[in-house]
């Protein structure tokens, strides 16, 4: 069973990478590019059993920093 | 007096910030991050600046679920004293016991230089040896410390008079220009620049030192 968590900075939160990747596509020419948030992907391999409230615990404990990070959980 | 200085896999300003206390007059332990209490009678933890677990998924992320975070935490809420450095900033604010949290500089880039900090408030111990609106100059060296918290976190800690220091020149797009914060209890403080790197003629200034002369004779085991 496997299960992929996105991690992204919240809305509001500057995100500095982000902003340097939209610079760069700009600079390559592709400008069509209106904003840019670059987050994480964390791809978890769980134990037959393990459930999507169990993933949403590890969220909250550790995979994200809910001062700063939103969540969203995929269960595949 | 009994200080304890937290080494952790990647943490590289412990033994400055041990020495630091000793210079002030501290007894001080090396605690490890496997331990899970601290030793007998501790007057004030360090959590030294570095990279712990190589700063994986987030600065300070793993070192706040290790072992002895939890004793520190304890300490902290028993109404232990506490200061955190760069990387032991950015510990204490992801194991909660300072608020908001440490991004990426606005910059990009990492920091390594003095910079002119604004003292905020003289009303705690780490801060008492200085007079508020005096401006020191302390060695920054970081690639995350551009401290956020939300608008109201932000203007409690204004209100309260908990924001310690502020950068004259915001080097790395904090809020606020906040360098250092203290807890609601005062008791522990959190902050990026260096003030352990600034405690020696030797370091090429001595502004920092009053933070741990004032420390002497005025933390006591919780």
């Known amino acids: ?25 700009g600079a390559l020419g592709f400008d069509k590019v209106e904003g840019v948030r670059q987050g994480k992907v ?35 | 007096m009994k200080a304890a200085v937290v080494v952790f896999p990647g943490s590289n300003c412990d033994r400055d910030l041990a020495v630091a206390f000793e210079q002030a007059g501290f007894d001080v332990s090396m605690v490890w991050h496997k331990d899970s209490a601290l030793p007998e009678g501790v007057d004030i933890v360090g959590v030294p600046g570095g990279f712990s677990y190589g700063d994986y998924l987030r600065c300070g992320a793993i070192a706040a679920q290790s072992p002895i975070c ?11 004293y506490a200061i955190g450095v760069c990387n032991g900033f950015q510990i204490l604010t992801e194991t909660g016991v300072l608020p908001g949290a ?6 990009l ?4 230089r003095t ?8 009303d705690s111990v780490f801060t008492q040896g200085y007079n508020a609106g005096d401006v020191i100059g302390v060695p920054i060296a970081h690639h995350d410390g551009n401290y956020f918290a939300d608008a109201d976190t932000v203007k409690a800690l204004q209100d309260q008079d908990r924001v310690a220091f502020t950068y004259e020149d915001n080097p790395n797009g904090s809020v606020a220009d906040i360098a250092g914060i203290l807890s609601d209890n005062r008791r522990v403080l959190g902050m990026m620049p260096h003030p ?25 085991a919780a």
């Open chain 1, 1 to 25: 069973m496997k299960a992929r968590v996105h991690v992204m900075l919240k809305n509001g939160v500057l995100d500095p990478q982000g902003e340097a990747v939209r610079h760069a596509l």
């Open chain 1, 42 to 76: 964390i791809d978890l391999d769980l134990a037959e059993g393990a459930t999507e409230a169990d993933v949403t615990a590890m969220c909250e404990k550790l995979l994200a920093n809910t001062v700063i990070e939103s969540y969203s959980i995929e269960m595949q």
């Open chain 2, 70 to 80: 939890k004793a520190v935490i304890e300490h902290a809420e028993r109404g232990g």
């Open chain 2, 102 to 107: 440490l991004l990426r500089n606005a910059g």
């Open chain 2, 109 to 112: 880039k990492y920091i390594c």
């Open chain 2, 115 to 122: 910079v002119n900090l604004k003292v905020a408030t003289a």
């Open chain 2, 196 to 220: 352990e790197r600034a405690a020696d003629e030797g370091h090429g200034g001595t502004d920092g030192a009053a933070v741990f002369r004032a420390l002497a004779g005025m933390v006591t």
